[in-house]
């Protein structure tokens, strides 16, 4: 349990996303999510470096946990190069690393050519996915041909003694249920607390069809927030800097940059209402994030939206990470 740092790859040179993640772990971050993304949202925000490159660099030069805040499979990269991923970085830093995967938005995904198909099939293909990862992760041949997807006599050779978890990023209900039968953790974001209710509910719901305890599983939540000297400014950073942070709609089939951009131009502050904490008082940080705590998610990833990262992270090592009260852990007897 604990507080991470959401590395930003749409906004951050990679080099300074390292120096980021290593001024996290100082100030008293638990974790890394880090975004895996082929184009930011939009132009301005000018990134979209390769995240597996460099969370070796990452488990490298930290100790923290990390992991991807979300992978799709299926499109960029086929399920059995994914497993292949994975397993060499948790072989490499046992224990630290998770698999963090979704259903994709065309943003990314589309760049390959195929068809972009509807959300149903979507996570289709990313149940399958999973099956196919799982399979591998055993180090057994593994010969699939499914309705999305072929392999043919794969073997993972090199394999971490324990197979690292797979979380999956859930928004609906079906979706939540499924990743609670079928995988080990699951990932959300920000939410009315009906919403987050809700997803809880048919995630421990599928976890216990499974034979599985809840209570035991990781549940992730990513918040936006926005921290400058001032409320004002807190409020300009979010609409310049994560304008898609604003826009109240799905946003899975936009396929470009320019046209995120477009779409920027009808955000307004009132927007980011529930959706990103544009505040200066660090009181109200820990407040939320509390809140979340107490929701029943035991990792909180903060994605600060501003350019302002060293400030925000060692504002939140002095002032924030100290005042967050995890419950505690049961200890079994030996």
């Known amino acids: 349990m604990g507080i991470g740092y959401a590395a930003s790859f749409e906004q951050f040179h990679p080099t300074d996303l390292l120096r980021f993640s290593q001024e996290a772990e100082r100030a008293g971050f638990d974790a890394v999510m880090a975004s895996d993304h082929f184009h930011p949202w939009v132009p301005s925000q000018g990134h979209s470096a390769y995240v597996w490159s460099w969370m070796g660099a990452l488990g490298a030069t930290t100790e ?6 979300v ?37 990314n995904e589309h760049i390959i050519g195929e068809y972009w198909p509807e959300a149903p099939i979507r996570l289709e293909r990313l149940m399958e996915s999973i099956e196919i990862i799982q399979r591998l992760f055993t ?6 041909r499914g309705e ?6 794969a073997k993972l050779y090199t394999l971490p003694e324990k197979a690292p978890p797979i979380y999956v990023a859930t928004s609906g209900p079906i979706m939540a249920g499924r990743t609670g039968k079928h995988t080990d953790g699951i990932i959300t974001v920000g939410a ?7 997803l809880m509910e048919r995630f421990e719901r599928g976890a ?8 035991t599983m990781p549940k992730m939540l990513q918040i936006k927030v926005s921290l400058a000297d001032t409320e004002e400014a807190a409020i300009e950073q979010a609409v310049r800097e994560w304008p898609n942070g604003g826009m109240p ?26 959706r990103v904490l544009m505040s200066p008082d660090l009181d109200e940080h820990v407040a939320q994030i509390q809140h979340y705590v107490d929701l029943g998610f035991g990792e909180i990833y903060v994605h600060n939206v501003g350019r302002n990262q060293s400030e925000f992270i060692a504002a939140y090592g002095e002032r924030v990470i100290p005042k967050v009260r995890f419950p505690e852990l049961a200890v079994v007897p030996a």
């Open 64 to 69: 923290m946990r990390f992991g991807t805040g």
């Open 71 to 107: 992978t799709p499979p299926g499109y960029r990269y086929h399920p059995a190069v994914l497993a292949q991923a994975a397993a060499t970085l948790e072989a490499m830093f046992p224990g630290r690393f998770y698999l963090g995967l979704g259903a994709g938005e065309a943003l």
């Open 139 to 144: 180090g057994k041949v593994i010969k699939h």
């Open 148 to 153: 999305h997807f072929t392999v043919e006599s």
């Open 192 to 198: 009315p607390d009906e919403k987050l209710k809700m």
């Open 208 to 215: 216990k069809e499974a034979g599985k305890d809840p209570a």
């Open 249 to 274: 709609f799905p946003k899975a089939d936009i396929r470009n940059p320019e046209d995120f951009e477009a779409m920027a131009k009808l955000v307004r502050p009132e927007n980011f209402k529930n």
